[in-house]
């Protein structure tokens, strides 16, 4: 997903007033901006979150390791926001952060459910998935760091070749440092 598509689907999200937007946006924005997989961030619970520290804890991710994630400050507000809202001063550590009706995890299906009425509410048409999000998140990062294996590490990967799939150079960086030879 192209930045500006990104930007189009999250600020329709934003300003819609769907009962769910609010859920979806905290959701969509998470997946987005850390670059979690769709299955880390099912499973996680507001325990899991440190807003204090800016951190996400993933008790359990691919391999079965735990890892943190940082927690931009755009981030941080818009879960700060949500969490205020869904929790209402209730500690509620062990409740999942994203949930369907009831108390009850928003299962990856779900996630993926919303993900397409959104595309298709703000005009996306071309066919994309939730881990296009890790895609985007892991290429605008590279774009703002030219640093592979710090993608690398945010992403999670153990092997930076791994990173190259996700990192995706646009070919005019590549004709524009050829012509600077």
Avoid: C
Avoid at 66 to 86: G, K, N, P
Avoid at 106 to 119: D, E, I, K
């Amino acid at each position: 997903m192209a930045r500006g598509e990104l930007r189009r689907f999250l600020s329709g999200i934003e300003r819609s007033v769907h009962p769910l937007a609010r859920r979806d946006h905290a959701l969509f924005s998470t997946l987005a901006y850390t670059g979690v997989r769709l299955s880390e961030i099912t499973r996680s619970v507001w325990g899991d979150l440190d807003l204090r520290h800016r951190r996400l804890l993933l008790p359990s991710v691919k391999g079965g390791r735990a890892e943190t994630r940082h927690v931009s400050r755009r981030l941080l507000q818009i879960l700060a926001d949500y969490s205020l809202r869904v929790r209402n001063g209730v500690r509620a550590d062990l409740l999942p952060m994203f949930a369907s009706s009831g108390y009850r995890p928003l299962s990856p299906r779900g996630v993926q459910y919303r993900f397409g009425f959104w595309l298709t509410r703000s005009g996306i048409r071309r066919r994309l998935s939730v881990h296009s999000l890790r895609h985007t998140f892991a290429t605008l990062l590279y774009r703002a760091t030219r640093d592979l294996l710090l993608v690398s590490r945010a992403l999670g990967h153990r092997d930076v070749r791994t990173t190259q799939r996700y990192a995706h150079i646009e070919d005019r960086l590549l004709v524009r440092a050829v012509n600077r030879l």
